[in-house]
């Protein structure tokens, strides 16, 4: 069997793939219809999205804390990988909203999807914003 980029078998699409082409065909379906490859295209979004997913997943969870008990740790994992996934659906795989605004009218108010996602996004924005502040007095306090 021949490997190439062109050969659709080789991309298996994962679950993060195959959000992103359905938010793609819903939210900005003309924008959609330009992939050339959407499967080969979305398959490859969607490793990049799971990469994403694990190296962010890593940062919000932190390190381990004295006398956390194992359901804390449980916890606490699932917890950031929740949220790292949740930024990486609203950064990475779902359409931005300059993709989207040919689908609504001048004078239409926004969808409710639209504005939960511009919210969402604002939340992600602050949540990082929080994370990396955290993370800079981390390394000052360990100085």
Known sequence: MIFSFQNPRRFA????????????????????ELIVNPETWFS??????????????????????????????????????????????????????????EEQDQDEEPSTMGVYLEYMKEVNRLHRETLEDLHQEEMENDR
């Open 44 to 101: 490859i979004l969607g490793e990049e999205a799971e990469n994403s997913v694990d190296s962010l997943q890593v940062q919000i969870a932190g390190h381990d804390t004295p006398g956390e008990t194992y359901l804390e740790k449980v916890g606490r994992l699932m917890g950031a990988k929740m949220q790292a996934e949740e930024i990486v659906r609203a950064e990475m795989l779902t359409p931005q909203p300059e993709d989207q605004k």
């Open 13 to 32: 699409m994962n679950t993060y793939g195959k959000f992103a082409q359905n938010a793609w065909k819903t939210l900005a379906p003309s924008q959609y």
